[in-house]
């Protein structure tokens, strides 16, 4: 066996060679024979990070949750224009349903399903994650259902207008769990 | 004891399609102390802010359009122009099926975190990477990248398992 020592970042690599009898030993007795294994031990971050000097960890996470909900409170503007180009990429997706419209209409709604819930839309998340589940793991013996889609597309609607509106989120709670029934019943 | 990690000598590459979320990580690191920060938006232009940038970790998503996160990392790790293949890479990916994690493990990733993203995870997975640094592993042409191993088990008996796995077989 063969230990190697590398510099990370900029790869200045030292090496190492050095033979360990209780590896080898490990390896040789595996039933369909050793691999050729060669181990690399590359520079520890630890080197660029003193572990005194910073803040504590609970005032780091206090100034990052912090900074997290400042960029939540723009979000409503981001998810509205997201929203609306959602809407243009259905229309497109219903002139021509090609695979590539589809693709690209998932990986929209899919960027937003990561952004919901940290930035304090969760059903945003829970509806993105129905679209997924559905364009995913769908039963592919069945067609493709535009009116699905597009019902998750009018659902994300819905809890912008709810949280804007202050109204409490049980309409887009009802309609979140109605949507993901209906995508159990295309799953295999 | 908690430790105070000073991370302002850190460099890290924040990679992701979605321009609003480089931003929330971004904003986030910076607030945790990190001293620079770059952002790409495509795996592509991710590796060529690599070679401008020298980082220390990558954070990257899976799905991007103009190129993957997972074609990043082989990117990194492998390519022959590449200027860190030992970098720490931190996959962000909407999925966390079995199938996915084994997969994004088999390709040479560091850590794995599952989106919503929030400050406490990203806080944890930069740690373990200062604490838990792991050893990297050539099997031939199998693979490369960090031991997928984190338990060792010197009196392992059993079936060579380094060697590629059919990931149509696992649910």
């Known amino acids: 066996m063969r230990i190697t020592a590398a510099r990370n970042a900029a790869c200045r690599s030292i090496t190492l060679k050095s033979d360990e009898p209780a590896n080898r030993m490990t390896q040789d007795r595996r039933k369909d024979g050793p691999a050729q294994v060669e181990f690399i031990k590359p520079t520890p971050l630890a080197d660029k990070v003193p572990a005194m000097g910073g803040p504590r ?12 909900a400042k960029v939540a409170g723009e979000f409503d503007g981001i998810l509205a224009e997201e929203l609306a180009d959602l809407d243009k990429l259905m229309a497109a997706y219903r002139a021509n349903p090609e695979q590539a419209a589809l693709d690209k209409l998932f990986r929209r709604v899919h960027n937003l399903r990561g952004q919901g819930t940290t930035l304090g839309y969760p059903l945003i998340t829970r509806i993105g994650t129905s679209f997924c589940k559905y364009i995913i793991e769908r039963d592919t013996a069945k067609p493709l259902k535009p ?11 819905i809890v912008l207008k709810e949280k804007r509106a202050q109204e409490g989120d049980e309409v887009s709670l009802k309609v979140a769990e109605a949507l993901e029934t209906a995508v159990r019943q295309e799953l295999p | 004891m908690a430790k105070n990690y000073d991370f302002r000598y850190l460099r890290v590459l924040v990679v992701d399609d979605s321009r609003f979320m480089t931003r929330v990580v971004t904003q986030i690191l910076k607030a945790m102390g990190v001293g620079h920060v770059h952002t790409a938006h495509s795996g592509y232009d991710g590796f060529l802010a690599a070679k401008e940038f020298g980082p220390d970790i990558v954070i990257s998503d899976w ?14 790790r492998s390519d022959e122009d590449s200027p860190c293949p030992y970098v720490n890479i931190l996959m962000l990916t909407g999925f966390a099926e079995r199938k996915r994690v084994l997969e994004a493990r088999d390709f040479g990733i560091t850590e794995f975190l599952t989106k919503p993203v929030s400050a406490k995870a990203l806080y944890s997975r930069i740690v373990a990477m200062v604490e838990r640094p792991r050893a990297f592993v050539r099997v031939g042409d199998a693979y490369f990248g960090p031991d997928r191993r984190r338990i060792a088990n010197e009196d392992y008996g059993g079936p060579e398992r380094r060697l590629p796995v059919d990931y149509a077989e696992i649910g």
Do not use: F, N, Y
């Open chain 1, 147 to 157: 009116m699905l889609i597009e019902q998750h597309l009018k659902a994300l609607h």
């Open chain 1, 57 to 68: 960890p609970s005032e780091a996470l206090r100034r990052a949750e912090d900074v997290v």
């Open chain 2, 63 to 76: 799905d991007m359009d103009g190129g993957e996160g997972p074609e990043l990392v082989h990117l990194l």
